[in-house]
């Protein structure tokens, strides 16, 4: 009786076609010395899946199910100075272009439904940045407070599968919207993002492209009210609905626009919350509901 890992179940999940395509397309095996791609590829992710602390713990964990070696796919356990050198200079572009097969491939496969937002159509992103800290005196050149270092991870993910189609690595110092500035979204998709994104100029950008987003209001920002759509609570928790501009002369540069302040009660949280969107025409409980997801992003930081 053959013993299958959960761990080779798994790698059995990947399109092996596309991996054999990429590997001819870069070349990656030639001079490989046995240790292939794919052996790299089942190292790194025995590793993560793994949770290993150290390159020594990759051949320790796979000589441990030697018997089920070929499962893997793999003909030899790579050595931790085998491992290192291949991470050093083996061509990364090459699992780059395979996770994007991969995620192209499972995508045609399987739908993600939209749990929390079964009528919205629209094409959804959400975007934060993790603070990841390091020992200073190990990584000096991360410096981000006087004596503690990190760096910053940030992320866009299609909340359609919630899996990421941005990421970035910079010093911990550098703010969201230096990175977010360059990027861009289609016509027409939804951006969520919390107000340590809030930059007028950049949400004004985002609206003359025709983008949607939905963000918390400062709670420092001065604005006056336009028209009133609702000004009694509602049942669902809508406290207040309205249409209005930015006071000062500053924000009104940078932002000229009209833009939307809903109002609603949270009851698990027990507090009043505040939203900003530039969508006119949705409902007041969708923009809530619409940042309320925002928490799928946070949930992936965690694991």
């Known amino acids: 009786m053959v013993n299958l890992t959960l761990f080779s179940q798994l790698l059995q999940l990947l399109p092996r076609d596309s991996f054999r395509s990429l590997v001819n397309e870069y070349q990656s095996d030639k001079s490989s010395k046995g240790i292939t791609s794919w052996t790299h590829l089942v190292s790194m992710l025995f590793c993560q899946f793994g949770h290993l602390n150290s390159v020594r713990d990759i051949p320790r964990g796979l000589c441990s199910i030697a018997g089920n070696a070929s499962h893997l796919g793999i003909t030899k356990v790579p050595s931790k100075s085998s491992v290192s050198y291949i991470n050093q200079n083996r ?33 959804v992103f959400l975007v934060d940045a993790s603070v990841i800290p390091l020992c200073l005196s190990l990584f000096d050149w991360a410096q981000y407070r006087k004596k503690k270092g990190a760096i910053k991870l940030h992320t866009v993910l299609d909340y359609d599968g919630c899996l990421p189609v941005f990421a970035s690595v910079t010093e911990g110092k550098t703010h969201e919207v230096n990175v977010v500035r ?47 759509f ?3 609570p509602e049942a669902d928790g ?3 609905d309205a249409d209005i501009s930015f006071w000062t002369a500053s924000s009104q540069k940078k932002y000229p626009g009209k833009i939307r302040l809903v109002r609603y009660w949270d009851a698990e949280q027990q507090k009043e919350l505040e939203f900003i969107t530039n969508n006119p025409h949705w409902k007041a409980q969708t923009v809530a509901d619409v940042y309320r997801e925002r928490w799928n992003i946070e949930v992936f930081f965690k694991l």
């Open 230 to 232: 609702l000004d009694k």
């Open 91 to 123: 061509d990364w572009e090459l699992f780059r272009d395979y996770y994007y097969a991969a995620l192209d491939h499972f995508q045609q496969q399987y739908h993600f439904g939209r749990k929390g937002l079964p009528r919205l159509k629209r094409k």
């Open 238 to 240: 809508v406290r207040f």
């Open 182 to 228: 360059e990027l861009s979204f289609p016509t027409g998709s939804v951006v969520v993002f919390d107000r340590g994104y809030i930059d007028y100029e950049w949400m004004n950008e985002l609206d003359s492209s025709g983008v949607f987003f939905v963000t918390r209001m400062k709670t420092n920002a001065a604005y006056k009210v336009n028209k009133v």
